[in-house]
C-alpha cells in the first residue's frame, strides 16, 4: 500500500494543513511567545507525516518503533501548544477544539498502526535490546 493511502499518514496531512489554517489566522503582529507557539506548531504538526514516511520507508522494527516514539512525542506536543493557544485565546476556541479533537483520532490510528509493526522483522546490532 502506498503511503498516501495509509489512513494515518491522511490523517497527518489534515492535521497540518488544519493547523497551518489556524496559524495563519493568528495575529501576526504579536512577538515573543506567541510567535514560539506558532513556529511549534507548525513544525509539529508537519512532523508527524514525515516521520509516518519515514517509519513506512523502512520495514525494520526498529526504525519504525523509532519513529512512532517521536510521532507520539510531537503529537503529545502539538495537543500541548493547541490548548495554550486557546488558553491564551489566539484563535476562536471552537476552531482549536475542533484540531483536537482531530489530534485525537490521529491517536487511534496511531494505535492501530503501531500494532502493525512486526517485532520479527528487526536486526539485531551493537545497540540492540528487548523491552
Same mark, same amino acid.
Given at each position: 500500500?502506498?503511503?498516501? +493511502? =495509509?489512513?494515518?499518514?491522511?490523517? $497527518?496531512?489534515?492535521?497540518? *494543513?488544519?493547523?497551518?489554517?489556524?496559524?495563519?489566522?493568528?495575529?501576526?503582529?504579536?512577538? #515573543?511567545?506567541?510567535?514560539?507557539?506558532?513556529?511549534? &506548531?507548525?513544525? +509539529?504538526?508537519?512532523? =508527524?507525516? /514525515?516521520?509516518? $514516511? $519515514?517509519?513506512? #520507508? #523502512?520495514? =525494520?522494527?526498529? &526504525?519504525?518503533?523509532?519513529?512512532?516514539?517521536?510521532?507520539?512525542?510531537? $503529537?503529545? %506536543?502539538?495537543?500541548?501548544? &493547541?490548548?495554550?493557544?486557546?488558553?491564551?485565546?489566539?484563535? +476562536?476556541?471552537?476552531?482549536?477544539?475542533?484540531?483536537?479533537?482531530?489530534?485525537?483520532?490521529? /491517536?487511534?490510528?496511531? &494505535? *492501530? @498502526?503501531?500494532?502493525?509493526?512486526?517485532?520479527?522483522?528487526?536486526?539485531?546490532?551493537? @545497540?540492540?535490546? %528487548?523491552?
Amino acid at each position: 500500500m502506498k503511503i498516501c +493511502h =495509509l489512513p494515518i499518514y491522511q490523517k $497527518a496531512k489534515e492535521i497540518e *494543513d488544519l493547523t497551518e489554517a489556524l496559524v495563519s489566522s493568528f495575529d501576526k503582529t504579536k512577538n #515573543g511567545r506567541e510567535k514560539e507557539i506558532y513556529k511549534k &506548531l507548525i513544525s +509539529h504538526s508537519k512532523k =508527524l507525516s /514525515r516521520k509516518i $514516511a $519515514a517509519a513506512e #520507508g #523502512g520495514d =525494520l522494527y526498529s &526504525l519504525r518503533i523509532s519513529n512512532a516514539l517521536q510521532i507520539r512525542n510531537f $503529537a503529545r %506536543e502539538l495537543q500541548t501548544m &493547541l490548548n495554550l493557544s486557546a488558553a491564551l485565546k489566539l484563535a +476562536h476556541k471552537d476552531y482549536i477544539v475542533f484540531i483536537i479533537k482531530e489530534v485525537e483520532c490521529f /491517536r487511534e490510528l496511531f &494505535l *492501530d @498502526w503501531v500494532s502493525t509493526f512486526d517485532k520479527t522483522n528487526d536486526v539485531h546490532d551493537d @545497540w540492540y535490546f %528487548e523491552v
